[in-house]
Nanobody, 114 residues
């Protein structure tokens, strides 16, 4: 069974940085695309960034130039480096590769506030 475990969230001031990490277990990792999502309570989960098996990346327009997704296939991890954080980035962040088939992890809470 595929398991996803996100970590690295916390409270940060506007303009600050955080690096999120997602550990993946129970599956082959290197051949699959991966993605980060986020969800604000009361709102739908949105796709933030994706990285393909060949390291091609895509980003939500509002995070372009500030966030960077990367992966380490040997460690089965995917990362989200977040710089220039804004209050509107406050959310619970999740990783996944196939939300229709893989249960969500617990996520990691990012709070951007002064």
């Amino acid at each position: 069974q595929v398991q996803l475990e996100e970590s690295g969230g916390g409270l940060v001031q506007p303009g600050g940085s955080l690096r999120l990490s997602c550990a993946v277990s129970g599956t082959i990792f290197s051949i699959y695309d991966m993605a980060w999502y986020r969800q604000v309570p009361g709102s739908q989960r949105e796709l933030v960034a994706t990285i393909s098996s060949r390291d091609m990346t895509n980003y939500l327009d509002s995070v372009k130039g500030r966030f960077s997704i990367s992966r380490n296939n040997a460690w089965k991890r995917v990362y989200l480096q977040m710089n220039g954080l804004k209050p509107e980035d406050t959310a619970v962040y999740y990783c996944n590769r196939d939300p229709a088939k893989i249960p969500w992890g617990k996520g990691t809470l990012v709070t951007v506030s002064s």
